[in-house]
């Protein structure tokens, strides 16, 4: 009952910045925890971050930590992610997800894709050399 729609991902050089968005339809939005997850080519769907359902909590991938930010604006029913010091390694398709349950991560934040129901088309994002 929640559909996601990733927006903002392209092509930036090495260095740069680029901010994705995902938003929600569904009136329960605000209940959920929200994460991204991307995926490389030819790799596994890996954790990118995390946000608690009512945004007092985050947490990161240590690959991410210090560069990237999560946010959410349960007004707009919206996740962002906004992508600093970008690398070459960071290049994958970028995907939101919502927590399977209601009112989770303020204690911690699910880091497995197996614990998110709903999820975007996903965003390709492109770092060149």
């Known amino acids: 009952q929640v559909q996601l729609v990733e927006t903002g991902g392209g092509l930036v050089q090495a260095g740069g910045s680029l901010r994705l968005s995902c938003a929600a339809s569904?009136?329960?939005?605000?209940?959920?925890?929200m994460a991204w997850f991307r995926q490389g080519s030819g790799k596994e769907r890996e954790f990118v971050a995390a946000i608690s359902w009512n945004g007092g909590n985050t947490d990161y991938a240590d690959s991410v930590k210090g560069r990237f930010t999560i946010s959410r604006d349960n007004a707009k029913n919206t996740v962002y992610l906004q992508m600093n010091s970008l690398k070459h390694e960071d290049t994958a398709v970028y995907y939101c997800?919502?927590?399977?349950?209601?009112?989770?991560?303020?204690?911690?934040?699910?880091?497995?894709?197996?614990?998110?129901?709903?999820w975007g088309q996903g965003t390709q994002v492109t770092v060149s050399s």
């Open positions: 569904g009136r329960t939005f605000a209940l959920h925890a």
């Open positions: 997800a919502a927590d399977s349950q209601f009112y989770r991560g303020n204690a911690y934040l699910r880091k497995l894709p197996t614990e998110y129901a709903y």
